[in-house]
Structure formats: C-alpha cells, structure tokens
C-alpha cells in the first residue's frame, strides 16, 4: 500500500477570504461564546516568548520592556492586500461581565507597519496609567498588507 504524501501545511490551515471573514464576524458579534471557532492562542509566563511568536507571524515588532510586557489579551488579524492599512484599538469590556462597551473604544489609525509598534505602546501606557497590570480589555490588532499572510 503506498502512502499518501501529506499536503503543505499552508494548504492545510488556508481557508478562503469569505470564510475567515466569516470567521471574525462570527466571532465580533460574541458567537464564540457558544461555539467554538478556529483561532490560533499564544499562552505562556512572563517573557517565553509570547510576543516574539507574534513578531514572527506578523513582522511587527512588539514592544518589550519591564515597564511594557503584554498586560491584556491580544487579539492579531492579518490579510493579505495590495497596500498596507491597520487599526490598533483597545476593546473595553464591563467589569464582571463578557459584554463589549463599544462606547470605550479607543482607535488608531495607522498607514505604516512601522507605526504599530508604538500604537501597542501607546495603549498599553493607558492601562498603565489607570492602574492596571492585568487587563480583561483587550488589543486588537488588524493590518492589511502585501506582506501579510490570512490569518
């Protein structure tokens, strides 16, 4: 019996634009409360590398200091497009609760990969000056760009 040669890992994990768009409003309008949609997690303890993964995945290099380690969730979303663009925004949620308060949403614009290193900064300072170590708010990132893989 002769095997199969398994296909490239890329091919394996890709999945058309519609469906990862699909994917993230699923997911925008909490429907990953109640089931499970496909994501990649980075976990790990302090300074193992977690935002070097990211750096890797995305070409954005991530802030890091004693003062800046990541204090929140991140949350990264890639495409692929013919010029680059990216938001950086800081998603509040109610205390005690999964509820988005969209009204406590700060954005940043951004037309250059080498900008969102200091939009991740300038949020995070935020939650710093508030008096916050941990954070459930979170970082989302989304970038567009020739260079950028979907993810």
């Not at 800046?68 to 800081?90: E, K």
């Not at 609760?97 to 954005?107: F, H, L, T």
Request: aromatic share 4%; hydrophobic share 30%.
């Amino acid at each position: 019996m002769k095997l199969k040669s398994p296909k490239p890992f890329l091919d394996q994990v890709r999945t058309s634009e519609g469906e990862r768009k699909l994917i993230d409003h699923l997911r925008d309008i909490g429907l990953d409360q109640y089931i499970e949609l496909p994501q990649i997690a980075v976990m790990g303890d302090t300074s193992s590398g977690k935002s070097s993964l990211l750096s890797a995945l995305s070409g954005v290099s991530f802030p890091s200091s004693d003062q800046l380690t990541t204090r929140c969730p991140t949350q990264l979303v890639l495409t692929r497009t013919d010029t680059f663009r990216g938001t950086v925004r800081l998603v509040r949620f109610q205390s005690g609760s999964s509820d988005v308060n969209a009204e406590g949403e700060e954005k940043e614009g951004l037309h250059r990969l080498e900008d969102v290193p200091d939009a991740i900064t300038k949020l995070t300072q935020k939650l710093i000056d508030e008096g916050q170590y941990i954070s459930d708010d979170q970082i989302v990132i989304e970038m567009c760009g020739p260079d950028l893989p979907n993810l």
